[in-house]
């Protein structure tokens, strides 16, 4: 008996056929054994890849990628590779919850990754701890981010907090400027109440009090009145919070004025174009960071600037890794992240987030993190792991004052 292929002219006998066929089924197994093909963890990252924040949200792509090839090199993590899924939150809360919501309820991740800026964070919280997913943020520093009331938590931070922050600006400003009368100019939303509330906080714990306190919209374009009012009530130095966009406004606003104050700032300046936006002066705002790729390097600092390097072309050398602080905060949680599935023993969200509390050390960028995290803290990073950096040209570098 003869067999006729619908989509060939060959004729093949049905013995044969059937062998042929039986042999490509045992190839197709072996092709996708369980060593071969193991399913990815799957962990998504929120986050702006478009816009002015998009340069931030490029490090912290950088910073997970390098950590996840190296765990996969490794192994992975249970056997299996980890893979990062992206969404664009473009700065913005409501897209920030829609790309949360399809990472979590279509893509399936075990974990999620984001939080670029503190309202597209905090808008992500809810509903995270309402699915019982791990959020581990790198970047965003709202104090309520992670400390945000709820019964069961699973938002973690390997990032700045605010009110940490706040303490080391007040700390660094009257050490190097001798500040006595700071003035706040701060933006207008939910960042900005953060340190607000943390600022007034650390100057009452050193006897220091604000000249004054002033907001600007994160669309302004001139922010002259409200500088002025700071500058007509004695203020000896400025304490900056807002990120790329606004920070920049206050820059050109000083410049039009003819002000100089030292001007010392938490880290927005460093998310995005901020040199080419701000102008020459750029140089003059001084910002806090959580590492930087100069000076003497520990072994994983060597170990993850090569990587960056045979990875990315532009990467010349530390001057090249801009931000430092996004791919390192990103490169560390990643880290963290594969260890707590470790000590889960399985990729349940729940379980992983009990896995953070079980972690006993991982060695990372930024420090080696010895029991980073309890039910009561779930910040990794303290005051006591911040440098202070400013930019030079298009590059941020360590601050030495001069």
């Known amino acids: 008996m003869r067999y006729n292929s619908t989509s060939s002219n060959h004729v093949f006998s049905r013995p044969s056929f059937l062998q042929g066929m039986m042999g490509a089924a045992f190839a197709a197994m072996l092709a996708v054994s369980p060593a071969h093909a193991a399913d990815p963890i799957k962990i998504g990252l929120v986050t702006a890849l478009s816009g002015q924040s998009a340069r931030a949200g490029e490090a912290l792509t950088r910073g997970a990628t390098i950590a996840i090839e190296e765990i996969n090199a490794k192994g992975g993590v249970l056997g ?69 009331g709820a019964a069961d938590n699973y938002v973690f931070r390997v990032s700045a907090m605010d009110s940490e922050v706040d303490k080391a600006i007040v700390q660094f400003a009257r050490k190097t400027y001798d500040t006595k009368k700071p003035g706040l100019i701060l933006v207008n939303n939910p960042w900005g109440e953060s340190n607000e509330h943390g600022l007034k906080s650390a100057m009452k714990a050193v006897g220091t009090e604000a000249a004054g306190i002033e907001k600007f919209e994160g669309n302004d374009v001139d922010v002259v009145p409200q500088l002025s009012r700071l500058k007509q009530a004695g203020a000896d130095t400025l304490f900056l919070v807002g990120n790329v966009g606004p920070a920049s406004q206050v820059v050109k606003s000083l410049d039009r004025m003819g002000w100089a104050p030292p001007i010392v700032s938490h880290w927005g300046p460093a998310g995005g174009r901020f040199t080419e936006l701000a102008g020459p002066n750029a140089k003059n705002v001084i910002f806090v960071q959580t590492y930087s790729f100069f000076g003497d390097l520990s072994p994983v600092g060597k170990k993850v600037i090569a990587a960056l390097q045979a990875k990315y072309p532009d990467i010349k050398g530390p001057a090249d890794i801009t931000p430092a602080v996004g791919v390192a905060n990103a490169y560390d949680s990643v880290l963290i ?49 911040y440098i202070w950096t400013r930019f030079e040209d298009n590059h941020i570098l360590p601050f030495v004052k001069k």
């Open 80 to 148: 299996r590779p980890l893979e990062l899924v992206r969404r664009d939150d473009e700065s913005n809360p409501a897209k920030g919850l829609i790309a949360t919501r399809e990472l979590i309820q279509r893509e399936k991740v075990s974990a999620l990754l984001g939080g670029l800026d503190t309202p597209v964070a905090l808008a992500i919280v809810p509903f995270v701890n309402n699915a019982k997913t791990p959020f581990v943020v790198p970047w965003a520093a709202g104090t309520n981010i992670t400390q945000n």
């Open 337 to 385: 992240i594969a260890r707590a599935i470790e000590k889960a023993g399985k990729t349940d969200p729940a379980a992983i987030r009990d896995g953070f509390y079980a972690i006993d050390r991982v060695d990372g960028l930024i420090k080696t993190y010895e029991k980073p995290f309890t039910k009561a803290r779930h910040d990794a990073l303290t005051e006591n792991d």
